[in-house]
């Protein structure tokens, strides 16, 4: 059974930073791509950043603007997601998923297996 649980979420004043963590089971981690994707209030869920489990590619949403850090460690089977200099408007429910292809991905239809979330809100 594929399950994805996500952590290191909360409540953080403007400017600051969280790391969220994905802990992944069930799956061959190398061979999946494993995302970060939000759900801020009011608005659709959107591609944030993605890791290819194989090579370690990644890729970002443009509204990132480098102050996100997407990582891997295979052996713990956890994806990390480093957030820098977090503005208000990064508040959302924040989901890890994994799709099952050695590539990255910020389209949500491309992941099979989600986890719960995990609440980040940033305080103005």
């Known amino acids: 059974e594929v399950q994805l649980v996500e952590s290191g979420g909360g409540l953080v004043q403007a400017g600051g930073s969280l790391r969220l963590s994905c802990a992944a089971s069930?799956?061959?981690?190398?061979?999946?791509?494993v995302g970060w994707f939000r759900r801020a209030p009011g608005k659709e869920r959107e591609g944030v950043s993605s890791?290819?489990?194989?090579?370690?590619?990644?890729v970002y949403a443009h509204f990132v603007k480098g102050r996100f850090t997407i990582s891997s460690d295979n052996a713990k089977n956890t994806v990390y997601l480093q957030m820098t200099n977090l503005p208000p408007e990064a508040t959302a429910v924040y989901y890890c998923?994994?799709?099952?292809?050695?590539?990255?991905?910020?389209?949500?239809?491309?992941?099979?297996?989600w986890g719960q979330g995990t609440q980040v809100t940033v305080s103005s």
């Open positions: 890791i290819s489990g194989s090579d370690g590619s990644t």
């Open positions: 998923a994994a799709g099952g292809y050695p590539g990255t991905s910020l389209h949500l239809y491309e992941y099979d297996y």
């Open positions: 069930g799956f061959t981690f190398e061979d999946y791509a």
